[in-house]
């Protein structure tokens, strides 16, 4: 009874701690494409569907920060209508 509790805990313990680890990757990376988009409501929809599409076509985290880059400067905000 003890080796399963012991099981038990360490297993839950490694569990949590690989959550953890995907969640914080996550936000630094979620972190990462709203800092290059400013306060700018659309550009910083635009950077998170850029997010989107880096991670379905798989980019490396390594390359990420460059993918993102070109990204932000492929952003064409639409000119100020009625001024």
């Known amino acids: 009874m003890d080796y399963l509790i012991i099981a038990i805990?360490?297993?839950?313990?490694l569990y949590?701690?690989?959550w953890l680890f995907v969640r914080i990757r996550r936000w630094t990376d979620?972190?990462?494409?709203?800092?290059?988009a400013g306060d700018d409501p659309a550009?910083?929809?635009?950077?998170?569907?850029?997010?989107?599409?880096a991670?379905?076509?798989k980019?490396?985290?390594?390359?990420?920060?460059?993918?993102?880059?070109?990204?932000?400067?492929?952003?064409d905000p639409a000119p100020?209508?009625?001024t």
């Open 16 to 18: 949590f701690h690989w």
């Open 55 to 57: 991670k379905r076509q």
């Open 43 to 53: 550009w910083r929809d635009y950077m998170l569907a850029s997010l989107a599409e």
């Open 59 to 75: 980019v490396r985290r390594k390359d990420l920060e460059a993918w993102l880059q070109a990204a932000a400067d492929r952003y």
């Open 80 to 82: 100020q209508q009625g």
């Open 9 to 13: 805990a360490t297993l839950s313990g």
């Open 30 to 36: 979620r972190d990462l494409a709203l800092s290059m």
